[in-house]
């Protein structure tokens, strides 16, 4: 601050050398100089230095004259008391001399009465000993009932080393000391029954009491999905028993559960006893007390099981302990398996009777009940083994090097458990029998007659009881009251019903191998945690995977393949086809063959157990893989045994055709099979078809397949007369056809390294990245369904057009023609096609979907109509009758067309019109031409012209000749008007 001075620097004191050094330099300076005045100013100036100190000294002897008054004061009466004192001390020795002298002459009596005190004092010790001795049985049966053991353990020694000390000799106090011998050994049998309790039943009660909490909203959310869907449906829609363990499992809300933390109990000395012990992280600096007014001393779990190790070691049967708690460990954890199974058990029947019961769900559930329980065990063994070390490391211990049990040996134990409960549940015993089955049938083959193991034999009738009590209302009354009593009762009385030991329970669910599908998730974190614990590999990790490597991969490619054998290789397996009932789960309008069912619910369940094991996708894709393939060859050879019934040379005509690439190429260059494609893949043509763009097609494919046959007339065994092949071949199409669209859907939902599926990446496998060669294989088979698919709609296309060659081409070679009024009848073999037409429309309407039934039957009018007019070429003569006769055969189909297409086939009636223009003389129909023009084309009016010169036996061939001529004048004067 500006208004304050800071205060002089003090002055350095200067030593007494300092100053005669400074007067021996003045003097010095005085005497060498010269000038009479230099000196007077130096004597002023050091009269000057004296003044001033004197001026100072008086100054601090006025400031300090008060101090020192008082210290001179002060100092008197300290002397005076001091004095006093001495005194005193001189008189209090006089008077000690006397004395001293006075005990001396009365040593003897002196040294009598001392003996006398001591030997009193040591009898009143005794007295107050065996007062307390006898105390201790009541006080212990106090201590035990409140379950303050630490007091009961110390007191119990203390009265045992006291008994076995100096008061051995009493006979008086044998039966005490017999009586406390009995009451250490039971409450080390109590000690080791409670920890038991804590380390496997208290330590878990609050999983088993938030199991049961949960339990009514877990069941009702499972029991509502479960009923959407069922049988084969859900496997094949993806919902099969291997796809339910994509659904999100239940989880317990097990926070906090075991993990108390130590309490401080504060008192008095004379109510607490404290004991240093480490907690679950070997706290050494953290004491933990024994509070005799703390009235339930269970509460704090970790506490009470490091009070007990405590109790047992001040007993010394710490050791025995813990080979107790290492040789029943094993069958403790076995215990809390079957308590977690009844706990499962009693809360499905209590939420659903009917439905939730034996379901692999419940084997999720115990697993994650018993998982949750482990958590708990394993930490509270992690309390108790902070605990023993604690007395391990202790100086005190009389135990010397005291072998513990390690974190190692507890998940050693729940590992070996939980292997047997596998064992059971996907049953083991069972899968190996199954492989050493055809080994151990014949592995006595020499010992024993062959023919006896495949001699008949009686069977064996199952023996039946009569009636049972079990649905009796009082049965069910009982069960269900049990039931009750476990689930609620339990949550009070743990402690009751908790001395279970047995190793086996009541199963869940039915044993089988497909249980490692539910279980395998949750049993992988459970492994990554036990690794994550011992930092290394575990038992359990190698159990399970040989369990799927050996056992459970082979058993699936045993099934898949007897079940695909069964499916598709049977005689019959392309007669069965799905029924109602699966089509409406199919989402389905035709239907398929039930091989290609029963393939893609093999593919359906391979693919959830892809999910449910992902580890192991690889393989069980690889399966899917190799299944396809074996089904594609299949189904190939069906083909082939349909289309090649014989021999190479005798085949039939519309396979042939169907496989020749240029016509394979045009057919599928055309705008109905386009439009057929385009509808497939649910997409809307860029424009309809107008009538002249569908009869330019139809003419175009009608000219092509009249060019291959020719005038030949086609042999029988060349078509497939057999309606029921037709039919083979639709229902072979459509399954085709289905199980191409679910593989390529199956190939797009498969994650590999890049991921090159973005329009379905949402649809994307939970599965680690496959292999390209999978996702290419898939493609690649699903091309080679379509691809087979699409020559049977091919050979069905064509093999309705084969047949109007195989009934219409011969007509033209009988002379039938040139007939009599009552020889007009429809021709047999016009009959015989329109009843063949008529049975492969009937098969192939309930056989294909309406888009294909319409690419088979679409412009068959018009290749009708041409065959028609081109026979005008090879008839022989024709009449009147003979051309009404054929107009009858044309109608007759017309009528049989226009039934099954629902269109007016003008085709048919332009074919009619070209026969009924025979009734006219060439004359008449040249004339008909000049003046409405040509209907026809040149090709067919010179047929024509020919038939009718053919018919009249007197006509000459110059006359046709100048007919001709002019015909083709009046085209060519047409084509250039």
């Known amino acids: 601050m500006a208004g304050v001075t800071a205060p002089p620097p003090r002055k350095k ?139 009961a353990s110390e007191d119990l020694v203390n009265a045992l080393t006291i008994l076995e000390g100096d008061l051995s000799g009493v006979e008086a106090l044998r039966e005490l000391r017999s009586e406390l011998q009995d009451k250490k050994e039971q409450l080390h049998k109590k000690l080791v029954e409670e920890l038991q309790k804590h380390l496997y039943i208290k330590s878990t009660s609050d999983a088993v009491r938030t199991f049961c909490r949960q339990g009514s909203a877990r069941y009702s959310a499972r029991g509502l999905s479960a009923t959407k869907t069922s049988g084969v449906s859900a496997s094949i829609m993806g919902g099969s028993v291997f796809g339910s363990v994509l659904g999100t499992p239940s989880r317990l809300d097990v926070s906090g559960l075991g993990r108390n933390t130590y309490q401080k109990y504060l008192g008095s000395p004379a109510r607490a006893r404290t004991l240093e012990v480490p907690t679950a992280a070997h706290n050494k600096d953290e004491n933990v007390y024994e509070d005799l007014t703390e009235t339930n001393p269970e509460e704090n779990s970790h506490h009470y ?33 079957g308590r977690a199974a009844q706990h499962v058990l009693d809360s499905a029947y209590l939420q659903d009777q009917s439905q939730q019961q034996n379901t692999p ?93 495949f001699a008949k034999k009686k069977p064996v009738r199952p023996k039946k009881s009569m009636f049972r009590f079990e649905a009796s209302r009082h049965a069910i009354s009982m069960d269900s009251y049990l039931r009750e009593q476990r689930q609620f009762g339990s949550l009070n009385n743990l402690d009751q019903s908790t001395k279970l030991q047995e190793t086996k329970h009541e199963l869940v669910c039915a044993p089988s191998a497909k249980n490692i599908t539910i279980v395998f998730m949750p049993l992988s974190k459970f492994i990554k945690e036990i690794e994550d614990g011992l930092g290394c590999q575990c038992t359990l990790h190698e159990f399970i995977t040989d369990y799927i490597k050996k056992v459970f991969i082979q058993e699936v490619q045993c099934d898949m393949a007897q079940r695909v054998d069964s499916a598709a290789r049977s005689m019959d397996a392309l007669k069965f ?21 029963s ?88 424009h309809e078809e107008t009538p002249e763009d569908i009869r330019a097609r139809n003419v175009k494919e009608s000219e092509k397949l009249i060019e291959m046959v020719g005038d030949t007339t086609l042999p029988k065994y060349e078509i497939l007369s057999d309606v029921r092949q037709l039919k083979t071949l639709a229902h072979l199409q459509e399954g085709l056809s289905w199980l191409a669209q679910r593989t390529f859907y199956m190939a797009t939902c498969l994650p590999t390294a890049s991921l090159r599926t973005p329009s379905l990446s949402e649809n994307v496998m939970d599965i680690p990245p496959v292999s390209e060669n999978i996702v290419q294989s898939l493609v690649a088979i699903s091309r080679e369904f379509e691809e087979l698919g699409e020559l049977c709609l091919l050979v069905l296309h064509l093999e309705v057009r084969v047949h109007c060659f195989y009934y219409l081409i011969p007509l033209a070679y009988q002379d039938n023609f040139f007939c009599s009024a009552e020889d007009v009848d429809t021709d047999v073999q016009v009959l015989k096609l329109n009843r063949d037409i008529s049975a492969i429309e009937e098969t192939m309407s309930v056989s294909l979907q309406t888009k294909k039934f319409k690419y088979i039957f679409e412009g068959l009018g018009h290749l009708i109509a041409s065959i028609l ?16 006769k054929l107009c009858r055969n044309v109608f007759a189909i017309q009528q049989n067309l226009n039934n099954i297409t629902m269109q007016r086939e003008s085709d048919l009636i332009q074919a009619r019109l070209y026969y009924e223009m025979l009734y006219s003389s060439p004359e008449t129909i040249l004339e008909n031409i000049m003046d409405q023009g040509p209907k026809f084309s040149e090709l067919e009016y010179i047929n024509a012209l020919s038939l009718l010169h053919r018919s009249l036996p007197a006509s000459e061939q110059q006359h046709l000749n100048k007919q001709m001529y002019k015909l083709k004048e009046i085209i060519n004067d047409t084509v250039r008007v």
């Open 305 to 337: 099981m490091a009070l007990l190790v405590e109790s047992l070691n001040i007993l010394g049967r710490l050791p025995d302990a813990i080979e107790e708690v290492r040789s029943q460990m094993e069958s403790e954890i076995f215990a809390i398996v």
């Open 577 to 597: 086809v799905t029924d109602h009932e699966m089509l409406k789960t199919l989402n389905l309008q035709r239907p398929v063959l039930q091989s290609a069912c």
């Open 13 to 151: 004191k200067s030593a007494p050398q300092d100053s005669v050094g400074l007067l021996m330099s003045l003097v010095r300076s005085l005497s060498q100089s010269e000038n009479v005045k230099e000196r007077e100013e130096i004597k002023k100036e050091l009269e000057k230095n004296f003044k001033e100190c004197d001026q100072n000294m008086d100054r601090l002897i006025d400031t300090h004259h008060e101090d020192l008054s008082s210290l001179i004061q002060a100092f008197s009466k300290i002397y005076t008391r001091i004095t006093g004192s001495r005194e005193k001390i001189k008189d209090i020795k006089g008077k000690l001399r006397s004395c001293k002298s006075l005990l001396h002459c009365k040593r003897d009596e002196l040294k009598r009465l001392y003996i006398e005190g001591v030997e009193q004092k040591q009898m009143l010790a005794l007295l107050e000993q065996i007062d307390t001795v006898k105390e201790v049985p009541q006080k212990l049966h106090g201590y035990i009932a409140k379950k303050h053991y630490l007091h």
């Open 599 to 686: 393939i893609e619910q093999c593919v359906e369940e391979l693919k959830g157990l892809s999910q449910g094991l992902p580890l192991y996708a690889e393989q069980f894709l690889t399966m899917v893989v190799a299944m396809l393939k074996d089904y594609k060859e299949t189904c190939g050879a069906a083909y082939r045994d349909i289309v090649h019934p014989e021999s190479e040379d005798k085949r039939v005509i519309s396979a042939t055709w169907a496989k020749d690439e240029d016509l394979n190429r045009f057919l599928k260059s055309l705008p109905n099979w386009l439009n057929l494609v385009q509808q497939q893949d649910n997409k809307v043509s860029d």
């Open 361 to 453: 769900r419940l084997l999720l559930d115990l697993l994650q009940l018993t998982f949750i329980q482990f958590r708990c065990v394993v930490q509270a063994h992690g309390c108790v083994l902070g605990s023993l070390r604690k007395v391990a490391d202790s100086a005190s211990q009389p135990y010397g090097d005291l072998q513990l049990y390690t974190m190692a040996e507890v998940w050693s134990k729940i590992q070996s458990v939980l292997q047997e409960v596998l064992r059971g549940y996907l049953d083991m015993e069972h899968a190996s029998t199954n492989q050493n089955e055809n080994t151990a049938k014949f592995s006595e083959t020499d010992a024993l007659d062959v023919g006896l193991y």
């Open 869 to 884: 007019i081109n026979s005008a070429e090879y008839i022989k003569r024709i009449n009147e009758f003979g051309i009404k």
